[in-house]
Every structure is written in C-alpha cells, then in structure tokens.
C-alpha cells in the first residue's frame, strides 16, 4: 500500500503588491504518494514555482496563503510556523533548486556545507569523522569522483553538472520521504541534464522518494515521470499518467503546449526545393582557428581550430555545442569582435578582420547579432520606440516621418503592435522583448542574421511563435541564418545543415535530415540520445 | 606564493618612494622655507645676513636636487632629520606622538566595526519579521544620520555627558588606553557609517541570492544562516571599505585630539603645517602612506581566504 506523502488541498495563494493582489494560484489540489514521480508543468507565471515555495514554506513575504491545506505526511503544514517548519525541512521535504551556479554559498567549502545539511541543528563540522565519513558516502553515491578531495574544495572549483549533484546529495542527506526538484536541469547542458534525471531515478527506486518535479518542459516532463500536472494560469487543468497525458490530452491547452513541442514538430526546416539552383555562399569559413593566451605557464588553450563551413543565401546554419566548445568564439569572430589567428572569415564577400571605418560599419550593417536574453541587451530604462529609434537617429540618414515609417514596417514584420511602443522595455514580456530585438536588427535591412540562443530563455509556447516567425521572415526577405542553441529539437527544426562543435573542434558538418538520421560520431549519437522526449513522440511512437 | 609577496613588497617600496618624492615637491613649491618663517621675525632683530647662515646651516639655500639628495640619503639610513621649529629629532617626536594616535585608532575602528556589524545583522534578523521590518528599516537609516553628526559635536556632548553630568570617565590626568577609551568610541560612531552602510547593502544582496533559499528549504536556522553565510559572503567588500577608514584615522585624527587635548600624529601634523616644518611633515606623510600601503598589503592577503573566488589561484582558473 503506498502512502501519500504530499497532499494539497484546494490551494489558493495570492501576491499582494502596492495595494493590488495577484491570484498566483487558485484551488489546487494535488497528492503525491511514496517513490512517485509528478511532474508539474506549466509555462512562466503559471504558478508552478509558487506552488514548490509554498510545499517548502518558503514563500515571499507578501504571498498569503487565504484557502486550502498542504500537508506533508500526516503534519498539516498550512500555516507552520518557522520554529516547526525547521523541524521538517531537510529531515521530510528538500529542495533540489533551479541553478546549481547561485545555490551554493560561494565563500564555504563543500564539505561544510554538506555537513550542515546533514546536521542543520548542530555547529560543529567536518571534524567529527562520522560527518565527513557520511559526507563522502553521499558524494560518492552521487557518482561524484574522488569524494573525499572534494570536501575541501569550494564551489566555483568545479562544474556545473558536479554543482548539481552536490545539491542533491545535500537534499538526501537526511533522507526525506519527498523532494522538490524546481527545474533541475534548465542551467544544465543536454548531456548532463540527462545524467541528472538518471540520478533522480535512481534515488527513487533505491530509496523510495518521492518527488514533484517542477518544469517547463514538456518533453523532458514525459520521462521518468509517473504522472503529469499542468499549471496553465494557476489553475490545474488536467493531472493524468504520463502516457496518457502524450497519447490523449484532455484539455485544449495540453494539446497545444505538445503540439508547440519542436521535438514533435512535424515538418522539419523547408527542404530546399532541387529544381532551382543551389544559391551562392554568403558566408566562407575556412580553417578558422583562435587560442587564447594563457596566463601562466606560458602555453596557449585552443578555443577552436580548423572550422570549415559556407552557409547559401537564404539557408540556415545551425551550431550545436555545449558550453566550452567554441561557440562563443566562433561568434566573436564571426562578427569581427575578435581577429582569429588562423583561417578566414568571408561575409558577403568581405573579410570583417581586414575591414576598417565606413566599409566596416556598413558590413555591420549587414550582418546583424540577436542575443539570448532580449533583456539584457536593451537598455530598460527604454521605451520600445527609443530601443527601435536610437540606431536610426545614430545612422543620421532618415528624417523623424521616415524613421517613423520604417519603425513601423519592422514591427509589421516581427508581428508586433505598434501599442506597445510607449512601454519600457522591461515591461515587455520575454516573447515581445525578443519579437522587438528582431525587429531592431532588422531595421538595418541585414542579410544575415546571427542568433545565439534566441528561444532558449522562452515558454515553448511562445518558442514556437518565434520559431514560426524566423522562418517566415526568412522565406519573405531571403535572410541567412546563423542558429545557435543548444537544444537539438530546435536545430532539427529551423536548421538546412547543421554544425556540431566539441571541445573547440567541428566534429560533424553536414545535412541536419542526414545528421539526425545517420550520425557519424557517438557524440552525436550521445546528443540524439539525449534529447528529452524523442521516445514519447509521435515519430517514436510510429517506429515501434 | 613567495614570489608573490616579494613583488608585493617591491611595489609597496616604489609607492613610499613615489609619495616621498611627491612630498618633496610640493613642500618645495610652497614659497619661503621654515628658516625665513621662523627667523624672519623682525622682533628677533637678525639681519639679513645672520638669516642666510642660517639657512646655510640647515641647507635650505642649496639647489633642490641636492637637498632632495641629502634628503633621501639620511631617510633611507634611518634618519627623518631634525624638527626646525623645535630642534628636537623628528623620530623622537614621532615616537612621542605616534602611540596615542594608533590607541586611538584601534579603539575607534574596533568600535565602529561592532557597531556596523550590529547594525547589519539587526537589519538582516528584523527583515524577516512581518513587524520587525520597519525597525529594520529605520536601522537602515542609522548611517545616514550619524555620517552627518559633526565629529566635534558629538565629541562635546560625549564629555558633557559621560565625565561631567555622568561622571563616569575623567577629562584629565588619564594615559595609556584609558585616556583614548572616550575619543576613541566617540569616533567610532561617525566612522562606523560607511562601514555601515557598505556591510548592510552587501549582506541585502546575499540574502536575495538563491543560494539563501536553497540553505532555508534545508532546514538552517536564520540565525546560523546569518552568521555562517549572509555575513561571512557581505565581509570583503566591507574589508576594503575598512581598510581605507582606518587608513585615515592612522593618519591622525585632528579634531577629535584637539577636544580631547591629545598629543597625536593629527596634532603634530597641524603644528608642522602651520610653521612649514618640513622635515615634521615628510615623516608624517611617509607613516601615513606606509600606514595605507600596509593596510592594503594586508586586506589583499586577507580577501582570498574570505572569499576563495578572488586571488591568484581564481586568476588561473577561468573564473
């Protein structure tokens, strides 16, 4: 007989801020039993995150609790008061937090901070040697190598997959019956996001956990997990098996979040059409190479060599790399931020390195950068309109009723009303910011657009749109792209070929039908293998 | 790490060098000498040519490159010359003046760092506490008020208060750290503000890291949360804020050593500035800059070992 271990009660929790309150969630009730594994889905500002807060007692001050109960076990732990709730937190509940980089205190070491979550009530530490011995056996479990050193070291010392497993190890180190898993691996690379939730499978059948497994993802969601959730406005719209979730879903804003899966997109990126000839190259890379100077030991650390590619106008290059693998660089040098020290760079016929001045400015001109964050590259004290004006005003060619004209044919372009015009940047949200750096690039009238990461920070919802978006444009006004993501599923679907780095090294160029059907080296293979949710697709589902 | 420390000592050696060159010149920029302001004095009745022997004597009338010479011959071998205005040696009167001004200072920056460290950790503790926020809040403010308290006033009424009205410390007839004990807390609290301010805001921006939630959900106490984490990640940017504040009051407190009538570096200085007593004023100059030059020799050391992030083995890394 399995016992519940988490058991939520018509749940209502409001924000109040400056007078006015905010419904975060409205009536959920959810229940957990021992060694289940839920996933709790829903885009941002759906309330997952809140309800995770709420099941921990750690809401923001100015979030109350007005209806329903949690309980944790058999503790009602609705309106716990901090003494009592230290006695369940760590010993019942923990937490296995969003971003392994910011959750562990910077300035201590591992082993005290394993020791505190192992003894969180007694001062005195590591030089008990049941502690460390404990300790050790807790890295050790968490497949971390050479434990013992490992007490010693301090955070920022090792990587972020090896962060996690701290992280986690310090969440069982008193063997709670339930964990919240908020996002574990949305700041992980593909690869170890898939050594990750393999752990957390583990934990569950060897000892019996339970787990609420908050995510975005939909398709990471649909493995490993027992049940599905999904939070849409913070409401609960339909709790099922996981299969069933995939195979039938209930409600209309289940079928759309798995329709707007890349992974389940159908059609990949717009086979070019072999009739017409093949176009000719804007962009020749040739045996690119880049090292950084090293600061010591007087030796030089390669960020990448030997990069050979031409992306035809039109077409998009899809770069796929995990972080250290010369990507960035690769970028840098793309956009002539950077003078490699070996190879060439042709961009619409120009060498950026050798260009100085107006020549310079005008490539630039053409060649346009769309970053990750959207938010971060605008200055938010902004208004839409001046974020769009200002490299306009700079260029001093158009009067104010010209620029006013072609303000207005972009935001037609990115599909985004011209309302919002007045608004500061940073209140726009994560889909219209991006749909607004689109827009600024392409005031320029750019051939090629450069895009780093640009719907990693975005629901899949909107991803989607974006997605949609890009291609259109790229149909309508013949851009070339640059695609770079880490996320294969996205590749697969905007990209005509595909780039793999590793470890600064091209390791495979080529179609992305013939890359992702026929994989040359096992790290790709490996990369496939580790996209969430390939195995619960409709594709899967029609080959087995 | 040995290399490490000589480069360190070397660079220490040319800024000291570079202050005393410094100094130099702009003492010698500054028209007459000590001779003509002492000597000048018609009531003295010397005549111009007694006055030029003067000078003679104590090398005032040669070129400025060799007294700079003889200068920096007799420093480097130890010797800070003699005090023109009273004949005594300049290293005597330092010796003299030197002990109540580093009393001073340590009793001060003692006091003013346990007041910011209160402060701050008031402010963290109260926050969490839906009533408590305000207290916290209007401790927040704290700094502000008593950055603004003149020193002189605050001093004042210190004496009014606690060895007239109070009678708990006497004015007069104290030494040794009983008579800085009074000057020394009442510089505490204006010195203590941007110490203040400076460990609130960082302890303000650990607690909203994730990191701090994450240590919440395991169970620690806010207690120990604030003493092993919030506190110990806001001390290195309170660290050099305080190394440049006791630097400063190393350097001579001249308004609380004339309420009190000390005899420190702070008056000493005065007095030399007021009879351009040059040599006075270089020795003052140089243990004021090796007094910074020490500080954050020191603050350097001790910022790895608070924060393993920054240092020379971060530097290697890629961080």
Known sequence: ?544 | MIRYLFTRFLHALFVLWGAFTLSFVLLQVMPGDAVLVKFQDPELGLSPQQIADMRATYGADESAITQYAHVLGRTLHGNLGYSIETGLPVGQMLHAAYPTTLRLAIVSFTGALAFAAICCALAILLSGNPVGRYLAAAIGAIPGITSGIPVFWLEIVAIQLVSFHWKLIPVVGLSGWSAVLLPGLALAIPISAPLAQVFMAAAHRVEALPFIDVLRARGVSPLRILYAHILPNALPPTLTVSGLVFGEILAGAVVTETVFGLDGLGQLAQQAVASQDVAVLQAIILISVSGFVSIGFASEIIQPLLDPRIGRSARQRKY
């Not at chain 1, 031409?310 to 931020?337: A, D, Q």
């Not at chain 1, 042709?346 to 938010?375: I, M, W």
């Open chain 1, 1 to 544: 007989m399995t016992q519940t271990c988490l058991s939520i009660r018509d749940l209502d929790i409001s924000y109040t801020r400056h007078g006015s309150t905010h419904q975060a969630l409205n009536h959920v009730s959810l229940d957990l039993h021992a060694g289940e594994m839920l996933a709790l889905v829903g885009e941002s500002g759906s309330g997952k995150s809140t309800l995770g807060r709420a099941v921990l007692g750690i809401l923001p001050p100015n979030a109350s609790v007005q209806h329903g109960s949690i309980h944790i076990g058999a503790h009602n732990v609705t309106h716990l008061s901090e003494r009592a709730w230290r006695q369940i937190r760590g010993k019942k509940i923990a937490l296995i937090p969003q971003d392994p980089a910011h959750s562990l205190d910077p300035v201590r070491t591992i082993g005290a901070q394993l020791a505190e979550a192992l003894r969180p009530h007694q001062s005195s530490f590591l030089k008990r040697s049941n502690t460390r011995a404990e300790a050790i056996a807790l890295l050790d479990q968490m497949g971390i190598s050479r434990p013992a050193q490992r007490l010693g070291q301090y955070p920022h010392e090792l990587s972020g997959g090896m962060r996690q497993r701290v992280l986690i190890a310090a969440a069982i180190a008193q063997r709670p019956a339930l964990i919240v898993a908020d996002e574990p691996t949305s700041a992980l690379d593909v690869s170890v996001q898939v050594q990750i939730m393999a752990l957390l499978a583990t934990l569950r059948r060897e000892l019996g956990t339970a787990i609420l497994f908050i995510t975005h993802d939909l398709a990471l969601a649909s493995e490993q997990t027992d049940r599905v959730s999904v939070l849409n406005h913070g409401v609960i719209c339909e709790t099922a098996p996981t299969r069933q979730i995939f195979s039938a879903p209930k409600t209309a804003y289940t079928q759309r979040l798995i329709a707007n899966l890349p992974v389940f997109h159908q059609t990949p990126a717009s086979v070019p059409d072999l009739r017409t000839p093949t176009p000719p190259d804007v962009i020749k890379v040739t045996n690119l190479g880049y090292s950084y100077a090293q600061t010591t030991r007087s030796g030089y650390r390669h960020a990448m060599q030997n990069i050979t590619f031409t992306v035809p106008k039109g077409r998009t290059l899809g770069i796929v790399g995990e972080s250290g693998s010369g990507k960035t660089t690769l970028l840098r040098c793309l956009l002539g931020l950077i003078t490699p020290q070996a190879g060439t760079i042709e961009l619409l016929g120009q060498d950026p390195s050798r260009l100085k001045g107006q020549a310079l400015r005008t490539l630039r001109c053409k060649v346009q950068f769309v970053y990750q964050n959207p938010h971060v590259s605008f200055d938010p004290r902004y208004s839409a309109l001046k974020a769009l004006e200002e490299p306009l005003i700079n260029s001093e060619q158009h009067n104010p009723a010209q620029r006013r004209k072609l303000i207005d044919d972009v935001l037609q372009k990115v599909r985004l009303s011209p309302t919002l015009l007045a608004r500061k940047v940073s209140a726009l949200s994560g889909g219209q910011a991006q749909r607004l750096a689109l827009a600024r690039a392409l005031l320029c009238q750019p051939e090629i657009l450069i895009l780093d990461e640009v719907v990693s920070a975005l629901d899949v919802s909107i991803q989607s749109e974006i997605l949609t978006l890009l291609e259109n444009l790229q149909k309508d006004l013949g851009l070339t792209y640059i695609f770079v993501s880490h996320d294969l599923s996205v590749i697969k679907r905007l990209s005509h070929e595909v780039l793999i780095l590793k470890n600064g090294e091209q390791i495979e160029y080529g179609k992305t039908e013939q890359i992702f059907s026929k994989p040359m080296t096992d790290y790709t293979k490996h990369l496939i293998a580790s996209i969430p949710g390939l195995t619960s697709s409709p594709q899967a589902a029609e080959h087995s």
